[in-house]
């Protein structure tokens, strides 16, 4: 029901949207907040900046082992501001071929604080904590392929709100079974980020951003790791055209030497990240987001291929620094190494 009252909202917001930017023209820039004028510039104090894309990473069945590292992009927040960010993500993973049956959905939580030392240098601390489940997203998935005339694939072929993960080792042997009696979360962790804008651009070049993180496990959990840290670094581009904001980006992430039960995992993980964000009045826009994550796994057949997800939603600011995040994840690609289906949702306060 919440996913489908994500689609009800969405589906009602946007003709609003559209009407509001017909009968107004473009809000001038920053945006105005006829209510509040004394901080006009929370998100949209420099140039090519905008909210920015949604706050997602890739959950699919590898990749949501060792979560946390994101690419960072440039954004207007002066110095001595503070966010706090809150956000949760479900997604289902649903799999089924001769060396693997995956059927199980992830809960991701996620709380982030943020400290602009500087205008263009800020620190975060995040402590983010997944959980694998049964769930509920079966029965919405197979009413919304009915509804509209969708093939089902391999789902009648599962029972309904499993927790189950089978894989065969890539050498033989007894596979790799993980069901609902595996402790949960399944991974806990705290990572630390300096983020600099080196540049906000002008009217020809884009805005530009670099991240540095260190990532530690807060608790033990089902990846088995060989050092006390991880370590990411990212570099993100956006540019503003008329209403639109174009983001392109990537992250590497280094591991160490890490299996799942056994399964080993690849020391360096990447990701890149393409949005595109409509701003379709002073405090709402549109976001699309693609979103590209190496495969983690080693000699695992598709789940040591490319994820490929699709992010689509919209982030609305109904008080000034206040910022709701809401969206929908689907797979394309490789549908046996990314979620079949999800939802992600959060606020962020800034002050």
Partial sequence: MGALGLGVAFALALPAALAAQDQAPYPPFPPEHPENQADPGLWFGKPNVGYGPLHYVSLAPIPSLRTGFETHFPDAMPAGKFDLRVTESWVQNQALSDRFTLD??????????????????????????????????????????????????????????????????????????????????????????????????????????????????????????????????????????????????????????????????????????VAFEWHVFTEFSIIAQYLVTSGAGVGLGDLSLPVHEIVAGFKWEPWQGVLIEISIVENIINPYNSPDFGVHGGVTFRW
């Avoid at 197979?142 to 509209?148: E, K, P, T, V, Y």
């Avoid at 651009?201 to 050092?227: K, T």
């Fill in 104 to 273: 199980f959905e992830v809960m991701r939580s996620n709380i982030d604080f943020t400290w602009a030392l500087a205008d263009n240098v800020r620190l975060d601390l995040a402590i983010e904590s997944a959980s694998r489940t049964g769930g509920a997203l079966d029965a919405f998935i197979l009413s919304f392929h009915q509804a509209f005339g969708l093939a089902i694939g391999d789902r009648d072929h599962f029972a309904r709100n499993e927790n189950t993960i089978v894989i065969q080792r890539p050498g033989g042997g007894p596979p790799v079974v993980v069901d609902e009696n595996d402790p949960q979360p399944y991974e806990q962790a705290a990572l630390l980020t300096l983020r600099h804008t080196v540049t906000y651009g002008d009217d020809y070049f884009p805005a530009l951003a670099w991240s540095f993180s260190v990532r530690g496990n807060v608790a033990s959990g089902d990846v088995h790791r060989s050092g006390p840290f991880d370590l990411g670094g990212s570099i993100g581009l956006v540019k503003e055209i008329e209403t639109v904001h174009v983001y392109a980006g990537a992250n590497l992430a280094w591991f160490g030497s890490e299996d799942f039960f056994g399964l080993k995992l690849r020391p360096l993980q990447w990701s890149t990240t």
